[in-house]
């Protein structure tokens, strides 16, 4: 199955929090998950990504959970500030280069 | 040199009009993509080229057409569009056409259709 579901829809953090995304896939074909953020009217940005045989990748305040057995990856944004309020989606790609996207999830972080 | 350009970064044109986005990088990529964004969805596909050749076109109507003149240069003519064509269009582009390589994008240009 060619999907990726994403969750929340929508996210309020206070300042300082963490805010966390999850997605879950189920084409095991995938060996690519990279995030993006995107700011209104601006295009998305990469902003982390990992593969299926790590478990976890930090850059920053910014970490990807990864679990294959489950099929569910997850981004954690520590130290949540304002500038983070954007709209994140999570993203596979499959090995014929098919970048499937999950709906979007707007962060807001409330100073 | 990470960038992806587009232009131009607004556009507002007539249903009859004939216009064109225009796409560059300089990051030495093969692959490179037009997407089409409605607000609070995400990129939709439209056309894929790999070395400089169409390799994927998703069911995109004729009125437009995708052009690449060289491996940096993406172009995307547009002609007779429709108002629900209003959008943004992002450019993108990617090491490879392959699995396991990240898509750089572009700013996006801001189509209005009246």
């Known amino acids: 199955q060619q999907q990726v579901k994403q969750s929340p829809q929508s996210l309020i953090v206070q300042k300082g929090g963490i805010s966390i995304i999850n997605c879950a896939y189920e084409?095991?074909?995938?060996?690519?998950f990279p995030w993006y953020q995107q700011f209104p009217g601006k295009g998305p940005a990469l902003l982390i990504a990992?593969?299926?045989d790590v478990s976890e990748k930090k850059e920053g305040r910014f970490t990807i959970s990864f679990n294959k057995s489950a099929k569910q990856f997850s981004l954690h944004i520590m130290d949540s500030q304002p500038g983070d309020s954007a709209t994140y989606f999570c993203a596979a790609i499959s090995l014929d280069y098919q970048l499937i996207w999950g709906a979007g999830t707007k962060l807001i972080i409330k100073p | 040199d990470t960038e992806v350009t587009q232009t131009p970064k607004h556009l507002v044109m007539g249903m009859t009009n004939k216009k064109s986005l225009k796409c560059e990088q300089h990051m030495g990529h093969r692959a490179m993509y037009w997407y089409k964004q409605k607000a609070k969805k995400p990129p939709e596909l439209m056309f894929v080229y790999s070395y400089e050749k169409l390799s994927i076109n998703e069911s995109v109507p004729s009125r437009f057409s995708p052009e690449c003149p060289n491996s940096s240069l993406l172009n995307l003519h547009l002609h007779a569009l429709q108002p629900e064509d209003s959008a943004l269009y992002l450019c993108?582009?990617?090491?490879?056409?392959?699995?396991?390589?990240?898509?750089?994008f572009g700013q996006g240009t801001r189509l209005t259709v009246v």
């Open positions: 993108a582009s990617s090491q490879g056409a392959r699995g396991g390589t990240e898509a750089f």
């Open positions: 990992i593969r299926p």
């Open positions: 084409n095991t074909a995938f060996d690519y």
